[in-house]
């Protein structure tokens, strides 16, 4: 489903924007530390790693900066139907602009974008350990699942297989 997806260019919102990135190749100082705090307590996967095939990625603007960035993929799940999803790869702000809500603004655009796609349901994966992570997906209405219809080949690089899955609908 997500090889040949039409994924809008930039998408505004009221406290952040998102702007895909020009190339796969991503470049920011910070994104080392990033990915250490996306693993939580695993090892970390390099960000650049974390970058398949139908990944889209994207920049997190605020107050005219970089301040993030943050990639997602389309899938159909496994499900009766093959429900369009959107899978979160993975979500990173700059440690210097950590707390100020710029990756819980971030998170509704993409979700927009993916709705533009006919995504209808997103699929946040979190490595188990990681209680910020959880705590950051709850307090934006995803909640937990105890069993995921995302095929292993939909997984995002470097995700562990104890995963927790946490959804929200789109829309």
Known sequence: MNSAV????????ARATIHRFETQAIHA?????????IAGRAAPCLIEHRLDEGDQGWWIHGDDLIVG???GRLVELS?????PALV???????ARWRAYGYGGAAVPLLEQAAEMT???????????D??????????????????????PEDWPAG?????????????
Do not use: K
Not at 29 to 37: G, K, V
Not at 123 to 128: M, N, S, Y
Not at 134 to 148: E, H, I, K, M, N
């Open 6 to 13: 039409d994924w809008p260019q930039t998408i505004r919102g």
């Open 159 to 171: 995700l562990p297989s104890d995963a927790l899955w946490m959804q929200r609908p789109i829309a």
């Open 29 to 37: 100082e910070w994104l080392t530390e990033a990915a250490q705090a």
């Open 69 to 71: 960035a943050l990639c």
């Open 118 to 128: 006919g995504a209808r349901i997103a699929l946040a994966p979190l490595p188990p």
């Open 88 to 94: 979160w790869t993975w979500l990173a702000i700059d």
């Open 79 to 83: 499900d009766e139907i093959g429900t």
């Open 130 to 151: 990681n209680g910020v992570a959880l705590y950051f997906w709850l307090r934006l209405g995803y909640t937990p699942l105890r069993d995921v219809a995302v095929r």
